[in-house]
């Protein structure tokens, strides 16, 4: 009999890492691209738009580096949570929380007590009325408690998130995204075809370095 059996050892190694944001883009693909060479971790790609307005329309990167799922950004994906309570046992990655899939994955976290890992780079400070600001403010709690990692982008993110009560043991703090040597680049809005060429350049060192960080943190939650 070929291929490894359901109860190879080696199986149980493995880790399913499930990534979630808004938007695919050239320098989160070079860390994703770094993830998917890990042999340990099995990555799957969930991404609420292909494109969206205010960038270039012919601009897609989100099957770059294999399928991904497209899940929409208006209302809560039924899919999307049905596998979250189905596949517990897998790990989570959230990008914000910009859209009402991702809300919903947080709110439901707190609520039955499940960690996840959180991504984010320095947020743009707005003003909210008073109902968005409690609503703000529930989800920093959340994520205080919730969020085993904290990944954030830079000191100064870091720095910014301490201030709001996320606790530093659980922050790791990533190089800023300017470090990968990227471009965006038009992209066919045909149907999905495997192999397609990345197009971002080499990723500097240390991008393949947080990448392994990442990886070892990100399953730990």
Same mark, same amino acid.
């Given at each position: 009999?070929? #291929?490894?059996? *359901? $109860?190879?050892?080696?199986?149980?190694? %493995?880790?399913?890492?499930? &990534? !979630?944001?808004?938007?695919?883009?050239?320098?989160?693909?070079?860390?994703?691209?770094?993830?998917?060479?890990?042999?340990?971790?099995?990555?799957?790609?969930?991404?609420?738009?292909?494109?969206?307005? #205010?960038?270039? *329309? $012919?601009?897609?990167?989100?099957?770059? %580096?294999?399928?991904?799922? &497209? !899940?929409?950004?208006?209302?809560?994906?039924?899919?999307?949570?049905?596998?979250?309570?189905?596949?517990?046992?897998?790990?989570?990655?959230?990008?914000?929380?910009?859209?009402?899939?991702?809300?919903?994955?947080?709110?439901?976290?707190?609520?039955?007590?499940?960690?996840?890992?959180?991504?984010?780079?320095?947020?743009?400070?707005?003003?909210?009325?008073?109902?968005?600001?409690?609503?703000?403010?529930?989800?920093?709690?959340?994520?205080?408690?919730?969020?085993?990692?904290?990944?954030?982008?830079?000191?100064?993110?870091?720095?910014?998130?301490?201030?709001?009560?996320?606790?530093?043991?659980?922050?790791?703090?990533?190089?800023?995204?300017?470090?990968?040597?990227?471009?965006?680049?038009?992209?066919?809005?045909?149907?999905?075809?495997?192999?397609?060429?990345?197009?971002?350049?080499?990723?500097?060192?240390?991008?393949?370095?947080?990448?392994?960080?990442?990886?070892?943190?990100?399953?730990?939650?």
């Amino acid at each position: 009999m070929t #291929g490894r059996s *359901q $109860t190879d050892p080696s199986d149980a190694k %493995l880790v399913t890492l499930n &990534i !979630f944001q808004d938007l695919a883009t050239p320098h989160n693909n070079v860390l994703i691209k770094a993830l998917k060479a890990r042999p340990d971790i099995v990555v799957k790609t969930w991404y609420a738009y292909e494109t969206l307005p #205010g960038y270039p *329309q $012919t601009i897609c990167y989100a099957h770059e %580096l294999g399928r991904s799922e &497209i !899940f929409g950004g208006q209302r809560p994906n039924p899919k999307v949570l049905r596998y979250w309570l189905t596949h517990p046992d897998e790990k989570y990655l959230l990008v914000g929380w910009a859209n009402p899939t991702l809300g919903l994955l947080v709110l439901l976290s707190w609520a039955l007590g499940r960690d996840f890992s959180y991504w984010t780079d320095h947020p743009k400070d707005k003003n909210r009325g008073r109902l968005k600001e409690a609503v703000h403010r529930v989800f920093l709690r959340i994520l205080a408690e919730r969020a085993r990692p904290f990944f954030g982008v830079g000191q100064p993110t870091i720095e910014y998130f301490d201030g709001r009560g996320i606790p530093r043991e659980n922050m790791v703090t990533c190089r800023s995204s300017s470090r990968c040597r990227g471009t965006w680049r038009p992209c066919a809005r045909g149907p999905w075809q495997p192999g397609r060429s990345t197009a971002f350049g080499p990723a500097r060192s240390s991008w393949w370095q947080a990448a392994a960080c990442f990886g070892k943190r990100a399953m730990m939650s």
